[in-house]
């Protein structure tokens, strides 16, 4: 397989971002292609999320409503 794509986040405002990427892919001839969008909320070294995800497994989409939370070290 093969696979390539794009991301980018964008801080609007000191504590708020905006996260999008795409990728492409191809397994045995068959594309697979992820498209991500998500809010962040960040406070301190922690951060909550919110997003759609939409997913093409060669012929099948899925699409997904996506939670989260993450922290940095």
């Known amino acids: 397989g093969f696979c ?3 991301s ?3 801080f609007p405002g000191k504590r708020i971002s905006f996260a999008g ?3 492409w892919s191809t397994i045995n001839t068959r594309p ?3 498209y991500e969008f ?3 909320f960040h ?3 922690f951060f909550a999320s919110l997003g ?3 997913l093409k497994i060669a ?3 899925y699409n997904f409503i996506t939670v989260g939370g993450g922290i940095y070290l």
């Open 32 to 34: 697979v292609n992820t």
């Open 43 to 45: 406070h301190r070294q």
């Open 21 to 23: 990427a795409a990728k």
């Open 59 to 61: 012929t099948p989409t």
């Open 52 to 54: 759609f995800q939409h």
């Open 4 to 6: 390539y794509g794009l």
């Open 38 to 40: 998500q809010g962040r």
């Open 8 to 10: 980018a986040e964008y």
